[in-house]
Protein backbone atom coordinates (compact mmCIF):
# COMPACT_ATOMS: atom_id res chain seq x y z
CA UNK A 1 0.00 0.00 0.00
CA UNK A 2 2.92 2.91 0.75
CA UNK A 3 4.53 2.04 -2.86
CA UNK A 4 0.94 2.60 -4.09
CA UNK A 5 1.22 6.26 -2.49
CA UNK A 6 4.50 6.60 -3.25
CA UNK A 7 4.07 5.63 -6.60
CA UNK A 8 0.83 8.02 -7.13
CA UNK A 9 2.82 11.00 -5.55
CA UNK A 10 5.82 10.35 -7.93
CA UNK A 11 3.13 10.51 -11.07
CA UNK A 12 0.99 13.79 -9.57
CA UNK A 13 4.28 15.56 -9.49
CA UNK A 14 5.48 14.57 -12.73
CA UNK A 15 2.09 15.66 -14.32
CA UNK A 16 1.93 18.97 -12.49
CA UNK A 17 6.18 19.41 -13.41
CA UNK A 18 5.20 18.61 -17.04
CA UNK A 19 1.86 21.07 -17.46
CA UNK A 20 3.89 24.11 -15.59
CA UNK A 21 7.40 23.45 -17.98
CA UNK A 22 4.31 24.15 -20.88
CA UNK A 23 2.97 26.93 -19.47
CA UNK A 24 6.12 28.36 -18.79
CA UNK A 25 7.79 28.18 -22.13
CA UNK A 26 6.89 31.45 -24.08
CA UNK A 27 5.88 31.17 -27.77
CA UNK A 28 8.97 31.21 -29.79
CA UNK A 29 9.41 33.01 -33.03
CA UNK A 30 10.07 30.23 -34.95
CA UNK A 31 6.68 28.84 -34.00
CA UNK A 32 4.91 31.97 -34.99
CA UNK A 33 6.72 31.57 -38.17
CA UNK A 34 5.00 28.24 -38.75
CA UNK A 35 1.22 29.53 -37.43
CA UNK A 36 1.91 32.07 -40.21
CA UNK A 37 2.62 29.82 -42.69
CA UNK A 38 -0.73 27.94 -41.71
CA UNK A 39 -2.37 31.03 -41.86
CA UNK A 40 -0.84 32.19 -45.47
CA UNK A 41 -2.22 29.11 -47.57
CA UNK A 42 -1.27 27.87 -50.62
CA UNK A 43 0.98 30.25 -51.33
CA UNK A 44 5.13 30.18 -51.64
CA UNK A 45 7.10 31.08 -48.69
CA UNK A 46 9.67 34.57 -49.61
CA UNK A 47 10.69 35.94 -46.23
CA UNK A 48 9.63 36.43 -42.52
CA UNK A 49 10.01 39.44 -40.76
CA UNK A 50 10.80 39.20 -36.59
CA UNK A 51 8.80 42.19 -34.75
CA UNK A 52 9.68 43.04 -31.35
CA UNK A 53 8.74 46.55 -29.93
CA UNK A 54 8.74 47.74 -26.41
CA UNK A 55 5.54 50.37 -25.61
CA UNK A 56 6.04 53.84 -26.22
CA UNK A 57 3.89 56.87 -26.95
CA UNK A 58 4.10 57.40 -29.99
CA UNK A 59 4.22 53.78 -30.61
CA UNK A 60 7.68 52.63 -32.13
CA UNK A 61 7.92 51.59 -35.20
CA UNK A 62 9.88 49.18 -37.39
CA UNK A 63 10.65 49.79 -40.67
CA UNK A 64 11.96 47.34 -43.38
CA UNK A 65 13.18 47.52 -47.08
CA UNK A 66 11.43 45.32 -49.24
CA UNK A 67 11.99 44.86 -53.16
CA UNK A 68 8.91 43.73 -55.42
CA UNK A 69 8.47 42.86 -58.74
CA UNK A 70 5.70 44.16 -61.29
CA UNK A 71 3.03 41.37 -61.96
CA UNK A 72 3.43 38.92 -59.06
CA UNK A 73 0.67 39.07 -56.53
CA UNK A 74 2.69 38.64 -52.85
CA UNK A 75 0.56 37.86 -49.50
CA UNK A 76 1.49 39.43 -46.47
CA UNK A 77 0.87 37.64 -43.06
CA UNK A 78 0.78 38.47 -39.48
CA UNK A 79 1.10 36.60 -35.85
CA UNK A 80 1.04 38.07 -32.49
CA UNK A 81 3.04 36.36 -29.84
CA UNK A 82 0.15 35.16 -27.05
CA UNK A 83 2.97 36.54 -24.32
CA UNK A 84 2.21 40.27 -25.17
CA UNK A 85 -0.72 42.50 -25.51
CA UNK A 86 0.57 44.20 -27.91
CA UNK A 87 -1.55 43.70 -31.84
CA UNK A 88 0.96 43.96 -34.84
CA UNK A 89 -0.27 46.32 -37.34
CA UNK A 90 1.61 45.98 -41.02
CA UNK A 91 1.50 48.58 -43.65
CA UNK A 92 3.26 48.57 -47.20
CA UNK A 93 4.12 51.22 -48.34
CA UNK A 94 6.06 52.93 -51.88
CA UNK A 95 7.43 56.27 -50.89
CA UNK A 96 5.07 58.27 -48.87
CA UNK A 97 1.94 56.87 -49.92
CA UNK A 98 0.38 53.32 -47.97
CA UNK A 99 -0.67 50.91 -50.53
CA UNK A 100 -2.03 48.03 -48.04
CA UNK A 101 -2.58 47.53 -44.06
CA UNK A 102 -3.65 44.35 -41.77
CA UNK A 103 -5.32 47.24 -40.08
CA UNK A 104 -8.37 49.36 -40.68
CA UNK A 105 -8.36 52.34 -39.05
CA UNK A 106 -11.89 53.23 -39.42
CA UNK A 107 -13.75 49.73 -39.22
CA UNK A 108 -11.52 48.61 -36.36
CA UNK A 109 -10.94 45.24 -38.67
CA UNK A 110 -8.00 43.50 -38.21
CA UNK A 111 -6.97 40.93 -41.18
CA UNK A 112 -4.54 37.76 -40.49
CA UNK A 113 -3.30 38.35 -43.96
CA UNK A 114 -3.65 40.38 -47.14
CA UNK A 115 -3.22 39.84 -51.05
CA UNK A 116 -1.71 42.72 -53.28
CA UNK A 117 -0.67 43.18 -56.73
CA UNK A 118 2.85 44.85 -57.32
CA UNK A 119 1.97 47.09 -60.53
CA UNK A 120 5.73 48.43 -60.84
CA UNK A 121 9.12 46.81 -59.22
CA UNK A 122 10.74 48.86 -57.28
CA UNK A 123 11.64 49.37 -53.36
CA UNK A 124 8.80 49.02 -50.87
CA UNK A 125 8.76 49.74 -47.38
CA UNK A 126 7.06 47.26 -44.62
CA UNK A 127 5.85 49.60 -41.31
CA UNK A 128 5.33 47.11 -38.44
CA UNK A 129 4.09 48.72 -35.16
CA UNK A 130 1.49 47.82 -32.35
CA UNK A 131 -1.85 49.15 -31.70
CA UNK A 132 -2.30 51.58 -29.04
CA UNK A 133 1.68 52.10 -28.31
CA UNK A 134 1.18 48.29 -26.51
CA UNK A 135 4.49 46.11 -26.71
CA UNK A 136 4.49 43.24 -28.29
CA UNK A 137 6.13 40.18 -30.53
CA UNK A 138 5.14 39.09 -33.95
CA UNK A 139 5.95 37.77 -37.03
CA UNK A 140 5.51 38.96 -40.64
CA UNK A 141 5.83 36.73 -43.38
CA UNK A 142 5.98 37.38 -47.07
CA UNK A 143 4.53 35.01 -49.56
CA UNK A 144 4.16 34.45 -53.28
CA UNK A 145 0.27 34.00 -54.10
CA UNK A 146 0.79 33.95 -58.31
CA UNK A 147 2.81 35.70 -61.43
CA UNK A 148 0.38 37.52 -63.57
Known sequence: MAMKRILLAVAIIWVGLAFTARNANAQSEEELVQICGMI????????????????GDPPPVQRI???????????????????????????????????????????????????WVCTKTGAYHLFFSFRDGKAGLAVGLLSLVEMM
Open 40 to 55: AGEAQYLKDFRVKLDA
Open 65 to 115: PILLKKDVKYRFTVCNSKDYEGKVVLQLFDNNRMLATTYVIGTGKDYPSID
